[in-house]
Nanobody, 125 residues
Framework: VQLQASGGGPVQAGGSLRLSCRLS????????MAWFRQAQGKEREHVGT?????DSTYYVHYPFDISRDNAKSTMFLQMNELKPEDTAVYYC??????????????????????WGQGTLVTVSS
């Protein structure tokens, strides 16, 4: 399985950006998909997760939103009202949709088996 993230770039504060992550080498709907981000000098943090079916999202907060198109094997992160503190490298990750018993674990990096290379988002004030 390989993940390819794209869509990052420079944006002004208050603007919007949509990131994409395409999965290849596997059946996309079998995977829960997530976005993480890492700002310079900080630990990587969870942005949100979407279930394999796309019916459920976990821990994604407005004004961000996660969606997926299973026919295109692609997940999206819609980011609105961007702030300079949203500047980070954004990573997508995938895990087989196996029940964890605790949805809180979806925020943990070690439950994801596959990672993309990251795409940089830079928000200027």
């Amino acid at each position: 399985v390989q993940l390819q993230a794209s869509g990052g770039g420079p944006v002004q504060a208050g603007g919007s950006l949509r990131l994409s992550c395409r999965l290849s080498g596997g059946t996309f709907s079998n995977y829960d998909m997530a976005w993480f981000r890492q700002a310079q000098g900080k630990e990587r943090e969870h942005v949100g997760t979407i279930s394999g079916s796309g019916d459920s999202t976990y821990y994604v907060h407005y004004p961000f939103d996660i969606s997926r198109d299973n026919a295109k094997s692609t997940m999206f992160l819609q980011m609105n009202e961007l702030k300079p503190e949203d500047t980070a490298v954004y990573y997508c990750a995938a895990r087989l949709s196996i029940f964890l018993g605790d949805y809180g674990r979806l925020k943990m990096e070690d439950v994801y088996e596959h990672w993309g290379q990251g795409t940089l988002v830079t928000v200027s004030s």
